[in-house]
């Protein structure tokens, strides 16, 4: 499985980015799916996740009632809208495939990851 994460940038606090994952190879259609970041000087942080039906869905409390992650099995695209961002939402966002069809929180839960898009919001 390749995941190709895009639409990262740079965007002012306030404003908002729609981050999206595709996957090729293998499906994941009967995997759950997730978004994590990695700020600056900071260790991988837990964004959002959802399952494979797109039935269940998490978020950090850091992004809950701003972000929302949506997926399209008929597409293999999974896709991060986040709203209302803020500084410390800059970091590099990766998404990836979780071994089993849940939603997952825990990065262990993770076995292929894509390759990052970076995401600047300036105050």
């Known amino acids: 499985v390749q995941l190709q994460a895009s639409g990262g940038g740079l965007v002012q606090a306030g404003g908002s980015l729609r981050l999206s994952c595709a996957a090729s190879g293998r499906t994941f259609s009967n995997n759950g799916m997730g978004w994590f970041r990695r700020a600056p000087g900071k260790g991988r942080e837990f964004v959002a996740s959802?399952?494979?039906?797109?039935?269940?869905?998490d978020y950090a409390d850091s992004v809950k009632g701003r972000f929302t992650i949506s997926r399209d099995n008929a597409k293999n695209t999974v896709t991060l809208q986040m709203n209302s961002l803020k500084p410390e939402d800059t970091a590099v966002y990766y998404c990836a495939r979780a071994i089993g069809s849940w939603s997952y929180a825990s990065s262990s839960q993770y076995n292929y990851w894509g390759q990052g898009t970076q995401v600047t919001v300036s105050s």
């Open positions: 959802i399952s494979w039906r797109g039935d269940r869905s």
